[in-house]
T-cell receptor, first 113, second 116 residues
């Protein structure tokens, strides 16, 4: 049973446009959500996170939105750049959910020049 | 650098041999995690160390897998009698793990294990 799902395995966006990556979760014990970016042959790089007490967190071109009632979060990248092309993983954890990260399957983002 | 480091970066071994993978967490981080990513799969939790507490081993796939963390810093993941299905990228992460706070985990570059 996948507790964190990223239903789009890939996404292609034109440079300068908005990229929206989506993630759904089922475990109501999750209270902290993170997005990681991963290039081939490298470990995941932390991008941005959000606590369940918030519904939005912004850091430069990256914004994460959390809808707790829908158990849904999204990552917006505006404007998208070719260097953003990578696999993006959504992850969730919680103090009462075992502390480890539960990852989605990833979405491969391709930003075309 | 100040990030999480792992060694070796690549390891090729024969089926049935034992392997040891090493992780050096970020200095001062009390929590250390091991994950793996098999080909075409997502990242899967293996084991978690927090300070001097007993580790959370709930993610270890079999008793061939074990890990230890000496002195609250460096960790070694050992896989005994390796099987081909153990082939994966093994990732280590650490976090400050401030008491009562859920915090961000920072990952190392991983060790790519290939079992022939």
């Amino acid at each position: 049973d996948q507790q964190v799902k990223q239903n789009s395995p890939s996404l292609s966006v034109q440079e300068g446009r908005i990229s929206i990556l989506n993630c759904d979760y089922t475990n109501s014990m999750f209270d902290y959500f993170l997005w990681y970016k991963k290039y081939p042959a490298e470990g995941p790089t932390f991008l941005i996170s959000i606590s369940s007490i918030k519904d939005k967190n912004e850091d430069g071109r990256f914004t994460v939105f959390l809808n707790k009632s829908a158990k849904h979060l999204s990552l917006h990248i505006v404007p998208s750049q070719p260097g953003d092309s990578a696999v993006y993983f959504c992850a969730a954890t919680g103090y009462n959910a075992g502390n480890m990260l539960t990852f989605g399957g990833g979405t491969r983002l391709m930003v075309k020049p | 650098g100040a990030g999480v480091s792992q060694s070796p970066s690549n390891k090729v071994t024969e089926k049935g041999k034992d392997v040891e993978l090493r992780c050096d967490p970020i200095s001062g981080h009390t929590a250390l995690y091991w994950y793996r990513q098999s080909l075409g799969q997502g990242l899967e939790f293996l084991i978690y160390f927090q300070g001097n507490s007993a580790p959370d081993k709930s993610g270890l796939p079999s008793d061939r897998f074990s890990a230890e963390r000496t002195g609250g810093s460096v960790s070694t993941l050992t896989i005994q009698r390796t099987q081909q299905e153990d082939s994966a990228v093994y990732l280590c992460a650490s976090s400050p793990r401030l008491s009562g706070v859920t915090d961000t985990q920072y990952f190392g570059p991983g060790t790519r294990l290939t079992v022939l």
